[in-house]
């Protein structure tokens, strides 16, 4: 363990889970926190209550595509549901920086508020707090969301099975490419924008139409697809083989990539969730995926197989095989 | 994607490994010198491709492993002074020397900035007069361009708060004592494109007349790499030792003279330090008298300690190609990227490095 905190242990990455594992759960042992999972799920006596909480720093705080406000609304939302949970409200906890634009935190209100009317989930309670100038960076904000989970519904990566196929929504990496030009500064041809949107429209619909048949649901944000696959493919013993070639991205994703030298199997989606369904239903699922907007671009990019337990195998766009680790940082543009 | 699907076509990939297949059953070694190159080998799952008389050997093609834990120190000792603003490339902040890395150094308060290019450096320096703003100048010959062109902005835009911290180096005298090592038995050369496209195909004549080794300089695509290893087999099973351009649509001959004569305007050849390979004469560069006041060691004096290679560390063979990353005793255990002991596991482009994260398969 390090002596001081690096930013690398915010990557969603290897230094992340380790700072869980040693640090956290050392002194925090609740079986339920000790699952790991997007939201905890504990039983009640009206049925499964999800709950969950994210905290949202994000620079710059307006980013092509939206702000830190919307994205605050949706990552929770999503986090409840990948445990298919139906989110019911939200709280949100505001830490300003003195000397913030007014006019910049009316922007993001507004869309907080759009977001929420979208999703059909309120925020019921709130709270703010001010610090002096320097000791935060404009604006942090933590929402927190519960949500409910019908009786027989149990959407976790510990029901992923040998033979399951592997479907992602959409193109990969939008959130995250877009949030490192933009900060940069880099201009890129093209359209990028943030992916950010929440999921629980399209989780609930395959969890109704395909009963028993969703195990796992992850929306991969920090550490991207190939973190999330990893952490799966290590808590299951299982393999997850995916094809790069399958996998929907956007040309000007793929270019800004290149360019910068990033993998974007480790860049943050905001929008996108990655499902683990039984094979006999997987046309259909691909259907129904598609069928909703926020799934539009949904495909079928692997399976899990008994083949290398707990490895994540990529077959590359050339054809080659090679294993996919996860993040061990924050990513970082090469030198050449 | 143009320029990029056509050269990592599944077909085109196919068609070129069967051709390898069928060439010989010759044991062919060959050495891909390029961290890049090593790096995209890795990524599109290159080495399983091949057939097992074809060895791809890793040489000592990335900057940032090759440079010494004495001058990863001396970086990480001027970003503690509170005057110094430090910007880098982002893959050299993870490098630990004999103590921290800058990335420890930043979360203790150094001001460590990562940039894209150079220049970026100078339009900070401008933006605060009151501090001394130092780019840590690490790369060989694709990379040291930029900089020196960036000390003549300097120079035109008058801004004397900007510095650099030489630390370049340049290919031809490592490959050459590459060649010289006994211990190494290489084939043919896998010659790095990008640094091609600066110094020129005809740069790598002398490995050929005076070492007769096989030369081809290859793209960074699948189809590039397999293009290259396929006239390299092809140069070694017909006894032959040519300077071979397969990356013609960027290299010339000739190279990019406009780009190496502002280097020498600005730089001069020195001995130079190499991370596991030790001193080199005329490997590196420093900045000429005239501009000796960019110069940060200069400046402000700075000693370099000698460097100390940390214990069971074997990153000096591997990166003369006589040993391969699961030879080392600490490789994934006691060294993983996420604590990096060796040089070659440091940078995101080392041999350990590539083959910790893509790993192999059987």
């Given at each position: 363990m390090e002596k001081s905190i690096l930013l690398d242990h915010g990557s969603g990455g290897l230094a992340s889970q380790n700072l869980i594992a040693s640090l956290f759960l050392k002194y925090l042992k609740d079986p339920v926190l000790s699952q790991l999972e997007d939201a905890a799920v504990l039983p009640s006596k009206e049925g499964q209550l999800a709950f969950s909480t994210d905290s949202y720093v994000v620079d710059p705080v307006f980013f092509p595509g939206g702000n830190i406000g919307e994205l605050a609304v949706n990552g929770t939302i999503n986090d409840l549901a990948m445990r298919g949970a139906v989110p019911i409200c939200l709280s949100l906890g505001l830490i300003l920086e003195e000397g913030y634009a007014v006019d910049e935190l009316e922007e993001i209100i507004k869309s907080i508020a759009n977001a929420c009317d979208y999703a059909g989930v309120p925020i019921v309670t709130g709270d703010t707090k001010v610090v002096p100038?320097?000791?935060?960076?404009k604006i942090f904000i933590n929402t927190s969301g519960i949500g409910m989970v019908e009786k027989d519904v149990n959407v976790t990566a510990k029901q992923a099975r040998i033979g399951d196929i592997i479907l992602l929504s959409g193109t990969l990496a939008d959130h995250g490419i877009t949030i490192l030009t933009s900060r940069e500064g880099l201009r890129v041809d093209g359209n990028l924008l943030s992916?950010?949107?929440?999921l629980h429209f399209l989780a609930q619909a395959i969890i109704k139409d395909f009963p028993g048949a969703i195990h796992t649901m992850r929306d991969p944000t920090r550490g991207g697809l190939g973190t999330t696959l990893s952490e799966i493919a290590k808590t299951t013993n299982l393999c997850m083989e995916i094809d790069e070639q399958a996998i929907p991205m956007q040309n000007e994703v793929r270019a800004a990539c290149e360019l910068m030298g990033l993998d974007p199997l480790y860049l943050a989606n905001e929008g996108k969730c990655m499902v683990l369904a039984a094979p006999e239903h997987s046309r259909e699922i691909l259907h129904k995926m598609r069928s909703i907007p926020e799934g539009r671009d949904s495909a079928i990019i692997g399976r899990v197989s008994e083949k290398h337990a707990g490895r994540v195998v990529l077959t590359t766009e050339s054809g080659g095989r090679r294993l996919v680790e996860p993040l061990s940082g924050e990513p970082l543009p090469r030198i050449c | 994607m143009r320029y990029v699907d056509e050269y990592r076509g599944r077909d085109f990939v196919r068609s070129l490994t069967e051709k390898l297949h069928n060439l010989s059953s010759r044991p062919v070694r060959i050495m891909e010198v390029c961290g890049t190159h090593t790096m995209s080998i890795f990524k599109h799952g290159i080495r399983q491709m091949l057939p097992k008389h074809v060895q791809l050997i890793s040489g000592p093609g990335c900057p940032v492993c090759v440079t010494p834990s004495g001058v990863i120190d001396a970086f990480v000792e001027l970003a503690t002074r509170p005057e110094v603003i430090i910007t880098t490339f982002g893959d050299m902040i993870r490098v630990p020397g004999t103590g921290d890395s800058l990335i420890q150094a930043r979360a203790a308060g150094a001001d460590v900035n990562i940039v894209y290019s150079p220049v970026d450096a100078l339009n900070l320096a401008e933006q605060k007069p009151d501090k001394l703003v130092v780019f840590l100048s690490v790369g060989f010959e694709t990379t040291t361009p930029t900089i020196a062109a960036t000390i003549l902005e300097a120079v035109r835009r008058k801004i004397d708060n900007f510095c650099i911290f030489p630390a370049n180096k340049v290919m031809p005298p490592p490959l050459k004592a590459l060649m010289q090592d006994p211990e190494l038995q290489v084939d043919g050369l896998l010659c790095p494109g990008h640094v091609s496209i600066i110094s020129g195909s005809e740069s790598y004549r002398f490995l050929v007349e005076d070492y007769g080794i096989a030369c081809v300089v290859a793209g960074f695509e699948p189809t590039d790499i397999l293009l290259s290893i396929i006239a390299l087999v092809k140069q070694v099973q017909e006894g032959k030792a040519l300077v071979e351009n397969c990356y013609g649509r960027v290299v010339t001959a000739k190279g990019n003279v406009k780009a190496r004569t502002i280097v020498d305007t600005v730089f001069t050849p020195v001995d130079s330090e190499w991370r596991g390979l030790g001193s080199i004469e005329l490997s590196g560069l420093t900045l000429r008298e005239k501009y000796s006041s960019f110069d940060i060691t200069k400046r402000l004096n700075i000693q370099i300690a000698p460097s100390c290679e940390p214990r069971g560390c074997r990153c000096g063979d591997i990166l003369k190609g006589i040993?391969?990353?699961?030879?080392?005793?600490?490789?994934?255990?006691?060294?993983?990227?996420?604590?990096?002991?060796?040089p070659c596991m440091v940078s995101s482009e080392g041999t350990c490095a590539a083959w910790y994260k893509y790993g192999f398969l059987n």
């Open positions: 100038r320097g000791k935060a960076d992916d950010t949107r929440p | 040993s391969q990353p699961p030879d080392c005793p600490i490789f994934g255990n006691r060294c993983t990227p996420g604590t990096p002991v060796g």
